[in-house]
């Protein structure tokens, strides 16, 4: 402005320029411009401006301005920020949304994001003259032309300047645009399509060009499958089968395909191609492995001059758990080692080659240093005449294709049939007339028929109050006991015949979860109602075999204690180890126990390993040379005892070797006691890190062999060498100690002492044991388990794979064969003889079988039981055979035992009447209804032992 003369006079309100004078609009002129409120402009999309490329541009008004004219004026910081121009714009807002120019001037693509602020936008409050609103940018008039038919979307990328047009243009521009939009590319990947014309490529008699299905990175496979749908929704590409594109046709395994495989495996497996082997020429040894098998196969040249060979053998498996880790050398070796032991009858003594498609085990049997297994297996090598060549793994087919092969598994749904088909009300309305005890009853309620015998008839008389007919089906009425609802049940009657079935449903089924006798019983008797279904359900709880093997019974009892015997010092002698430990600074691990069953002396020694001969060599060096051989040696069962090696010593020291019976340490429990007694010791000393733990043994073995032991009143140092030990305190003190003349004098004092210490110790252990065994007697009971009866076994060891806490601890069925002792038994499997075993009474419980339950109750009795019921003594008070039909129990008060003629305890009832038509009588159980026996029973079991033991 200096530089034209331009000069602006604030004061006057005036421009002044080349002699000429310009007036600013002020307030006070009519036709002015007044400016008001203030509104941010934000673009409606995001759109990308070319280089060097003005652009039309969409912006939205944050404010309520529709119909409103006004001035959009650019923000400065977007120009220094993103190095674009937007142009100042008077226009009037359609519908919140105005449109203006945006200039990139820059040699790069500028790219705006939607809700970038633009600028604001300032109202106009009064429009100027009608000369001035011709004059106003039509840019409103072009927004309400195409809002009504073209969207903003394409509007933004048509590249017309609207300015150079009048009104009437534009418009004729903006129904050219409508009317033909699906013309126009929507756009950049949109490419647009046609059928007027047709297209094809001559191939001048060439066949399709072959292309096999290649890989491509993880990566990149998202974004491919992204672009093939993009193009199938843009109808770029289509669906082809033809042999000119490269489809990934499905895997079809038709009939034919079946046909063809089985016949040719059963050429392979046959003359002419499996042939037999000639031992006169060499053998051809194909090996392979891949991740999870190894192949091979066995085969020999019938002629040297065909490049051919077949076959002698086939052999494959999978690799084991441990196998499956090895790296790929080792798998390729390991395929070698196993194939060659696989056929060692046909290759041992004969000259043949190893064909394998790993390069560097050719190398297998002249490696310089070898180590770890492949130098085990280069030694097993050794003994065969070999020679190991390299084939590619293109030609290698045959044992690569067998090393593959996988094992079959046939996977079976577990169904669950959730309706029993037996239980159906048609079924059991059938069955119930069917059925002998129920018929009668049915009759009754039915038609009033009576059962022609006059026992029968009381009987059906006396229990039909309790029953009821509903559409033709019997069910049985049960009030509960004083602990439960009050409210009268109905049952449904069991025919005999689905009293299993309904107890399988009720106990075996997965809805019914194997729970135990009183929830399932419980269950059943909310539902349905049977005679002697307390005493069914029972036995069927006990005899299921899954309960079985997985439950031990609440409260059992364990057998009566046994002491074991003491005679002198180290006659009896009793072995554990100990462990592992942290590794000492020694590198020891284990700690060998050695007790005196008779004086407790105590022998321990850490050692690195507690292997067979680890403990066979102390048993000798430490305790036969030191101590003399004991006459019995006593262990647990494991392998390091009950190794052959430890075997054959005790036969030479003629020590008899015993163990425990499996799972009852208890059998050693003095050896058991001492080894928490040293660990309790131990733990007082050690370093924070228990590196130092073996450093202290020799220390609290002093002080245990030093204290005196409750069950023989002695010290096991006193036992041992007919003085009390010295102890440090001891030597501080200097406390006079006795003399003796010479040898012969210590010698007859230390036997007079050692003696009486042995007399005393033998009494005092019969006393510690008679009181041990008091103590622990209290709660047990003998077995009375027969010989051939059949138990179960205890044996919770763990299984590889599988949960503990899931399996199954009881096995069996096993028998009883011999008692060996009160409290051992000597069984064997059922399934097989040979497998036998020594067991404590502890480790088994008897064995139900399912398939033998007890007999079913007859409601109606023979002959002879009425005849008894007939001929009771008056003083039994039962119910005359006159009024039996008027006299109806219906509860049951109390009971008590008496003996029969035979001697034999027989239960009787104190019985109510009904209506009180006779006073309450001591009745037997024939002449009440079952379901209050039940229901008596069940609350009988709630009262004292003294009460239910009543006798008379």
């Not at 194939?339 to 049997?365: C, E, S």
């Not at 019997?474 to 025919?495: A, I, M, N, S, Y």
């Not at 419980?845 to 399912?850: S, T």
């Not at 029973?937 to 009543?950: D, H, I, L, P, T």
Request: glycine share 4%.
């Amino acid at each position: 402005m200096k530089r034209l003369g331009i000069v602006i006079d604030m004061k006057d309100e005036a421009a002044y320029w080349n002699n000429m004078y310009v007036k600013f609009i002020g307030s006070d002129d009519q036709n002015c411009v007044k400016s008001s409120a203030l509104f941010g402009v934000n673009l409606i999309h995001t759109v990308d401006i070319p280089a060097r490329s003005e652009m039309i541009c969409f912006g939205r008004i944050n404010g309520d301005v529709n119909g409103m004219i006004g001035i959009v004026e650019p923000k400065g910081q977007l120009t220094s920020k993103y190095s674009v121009i937007p142009a100042r714009v008077l226009t009037k807002a359609c519908d919140k949304d105005v449109v203006f120019k945006v200039l990139n001037p820059t040699s790069k693509p500028v790219k705006l994001f939607k809700d970038t602020n633009i600028g604001t936008f300032e109202e106009i409050d009064k429009v100027l003259d009608e000369e001035y609103n011709s004059d106003v940018v039509p840019t409103s008039h072009i927004v309400n032309s195409l809002c009504e038919s073209i969207s903003k979307e394409r509007m933004q990328d048509v590249q017309v300047d609207w300015e150079q047009l009048s009104n009437s243009e534009q418009e004729q521009l903006s129904e050219l645009l409508n009317e033909f939009s699906d013309i126009f590319a929507k756009s950049d990947s949109d490419l647009g399509k046609t059928n007027l014309v047709s297209h094809s490529i001559d191939t001048q008699g060439h066949g399709a060009v072959k292309q096999r299905p290649y890989r491509v990175p993880f990566s990149q496979r998202e974004e491919i499958r992204t672009q093939i749908q993009d193009m199938l929704d843009r109808d770029i590409i289509r669906p082809s089968h033809s042999c000119w594109a490269s489809p990934d046709l499905t895997f079809v395994w038709s009939e034919d395909c079946e046909i063809a495989f089985n016949s040719l495996k059963r050429a392979l497996v046959t003359s002419p191609v499996l042939q037999y082997p000639d031992f006169e020429k060499p053998f051809i040894l194909y090996c392979d492995a891949c991740d999870f098998g190894v192949g091979a196969v066995l085969a020999q040249k019938t002629d040297p001059n065909e490049k051919l060979d077949n076959p002698i053998g086939y052999a494959s498996r999978q690799l084991r758990k441990h196998e499956l880790n090895y790296a790929v050398i080792e798998k390729e070796a390991l395929a070698i080692v196993w194939a060659v032991d696989h056929f060692r009858q046909y290759l041992y003594g004969h000259k043949f080659t190893v064909i394998t498609d790993h390069n560097p085990l050719r190398w297998l049997m002249t490696i310089k240093n070898p180590s770890g297994r492949l130098a085990r297996w280069s030694l097993a090598l050794q003994e065969y005449d070999l020679t190991i060549e390299y084939r590619s793994g293109k030609l290698h087919g045959n044992a690569d294709g067998l090393s593959r092969r996988g094992e079959t598994q046939n996977v079976v749904a577990g169904l669950t049939e959730i309706s029993p088909a037996g239980l159906q009300l048609d079924v059991i309305k059938d069955l119930q007339i069917k059925d002998p005890n129920l018929r009668p009853i049915i009759d009754y309620l039915k038609d009033g028929n009576l059962p022609e015998q006059i026992t029968h008839a009381r009987k059906v008389m006396a229990c039909s109050p309790d029953y009821e007919l509903f559409d033709g089906i019997l069910h049985h009425f049960w009030t509960p006991g004083p602990r439960k609802r009050k409210h009268v049940r109905k049952q449904l009657v069991v025919p005999r015949s689905l009293t299993n079935e309904v107890m399988h449903w009720c106990h075996d089924d997965p809805t019914a979860g194997h729970l135990a006798f009183h929830k399932t019983y419980h269950k059943i008797q909310e539902r349905f109602y049977w005679v002697g279904m307390y005493k069914d359900v029972d036995y069927w709880c006990k005899s299921c075999v899954k309960c079985a093997t997985r439950k031990t019974p609440k409260g059992r009892k364990p057998a009566p204690m046994l002491p074991i015997p003491v005679d002198g010092p180290f006659d009896r002698v009793g072995v554990d180890v100990l462990g592992p430990f942290p590794p000492s600074l020694q590198s020891n691990r284990y700690i060998v126990v050695f007790t005196d069953y008779l004086t407790k002396w105590t022998e321990a020694f850490a050692v690195r390993n507690a292997d067979a001969v680890t403990t066979s060599k102390l048993f000798v060096e430490e305790i036969v040379c030191r101590h003399s051989a004991p006459r019995t040696l006593l262990s647990d069962r494991g392998q390091n005892f009950m190794s052959n090696l430890l075997k054959e010593i005790c036969k030479l020291v003629n020590t008899k070797k015993i163990f425990t019976t499996a799972y009852h340490p208890q059998c050693d429990g003095l050896v058991e006691k001492i080894n928490g007694v040293l660990t309790h010791m131990l733990s007082m000393f050690v370093d924070d890190h228990h590196k130092n733990w073996d450093v202290y043994i020799p220390y609290v073995l002093f002080a245990y062999r030093s204290s005196i032991q409750e069950s023989t009143q002695e010290t096991p140092f006193y036992l041992m060498y007919g003085r009390d030990a010295r102890l440090p305190i001891d030597v501080a003190l200097s406390e006079p100690t006795v003399t003796y003349t010479d040898a012969d004098d210590y010698k007859a004092n230390v036997l007079i002492r050692l003696q009486e210490a042995f007399t005393l110790a033998k009494d005092n252990i019969q006393l510690a044991q008679q009181k041990q065994k008091a103590y622990s007697d209290k709660k047990s009971v003998e077995p009375d388990y027969e010989i051939g009866q059949k138990v179960w076994v205890y044996s919770p060891a763990s299984k590889v794979g599988l949960s503990h806490k899931l399996l199954h601890p009881w096995s069996g069925p096993h028998r009883i064969i011999s008692k060996t002792s009160p409290v051992n038994f000597k069984i064997e499997s059922c399934d097989n003889k040979k497998h036998q075993q020594i067991l404590h009474a502890n480790r088994i419980k008897p064995f139900l079988d399912p398939d033998d339950p007890p007999d079913a109750p007859n409601v109606f009795h023979d002959e002879t039981d009425i005849q008894e019921i007939e001929n009771l003594d008056q003083e039994d008070e039962t119910i005359e055979d006159n009024d039996i039909e008027t006299n109806i129990v219906v509860e049951v008060l109390d009971k008590l035992w008496t003996r029969n003629d035979e001697g034999r305890l027989e239960p009787k009832y104190f019985v109510k009447f009904e209506n009180n038509t006779k006073e309450n009588s001591w009745v037997k159980p024939d002449v009440i209804p079952g379901q209050l026996i039940e229901d008596f029973e069940e609350n009988y079991k709630g009262r004292g032992a003294s009460y239910r033991k009543r006798k008379v």
